[in-house]
Nanobody
Framework: EVQLVESGGGLVQPGGSLTLSCVGS????????INWARRTPGKGLEWVSA???????YYVDSIDGRFTISRDNAKNMVLLQMNSLKPEDTAVYYC??????WGQGTQVTVSS
């Protein structure tokens, strides 16, 4: 019943920007915190960012101010604006309702 769909990934050069979107259905979107996490080959899942139901935001320290998470509850949508991208940001990015339900992911590749 719960569904999350990520989109917006792609190939970008170092220093470039991408905006990822996460659209949810099957639950009351406005009541729930939404998380972003990422996976790279050979690594476990790394938590990246979250936005609480009241709009408070959280980021992993290594992002160093380059990413911004936001939500639009009228659209059941959370955005992750990613600026100054680095090759080490290359990963499949996933969103989740809390930490319980996850989408299929969207690939971000940062390469010259």
């Amino acid at each position: 019943e719960v569904q999350l769909v990520e989109s917006g990934g792609g190939l970008v050069q170092p220093g470039g920007s991408l905006t990822l979107s996460c659209v949810g259905s099957g639950f009351t979107f406005s009541d729930q915190p939404i998380n972003w996490a990422r996976r790279t080959p050979g690594k476990g899942l790394e938590w990246v960012s979250a936005i609480d139901n009241d709009g408070k935001t959280y980021y992993v320290d290594s992002i160093d101010g380059r990413f911004t998470i936001s939500r639009d509850n009228a659209k059941n949508m959370v955005l992750l604006q990613m600026n100054s991208l680095k090759p080490e940001d290359t990963a499949v990015y996933y969103c989740s309702v809390g930490l319980q339900f996850w989408g299929q992911g969207t690939q971000v590749t940062v390469s010259s």
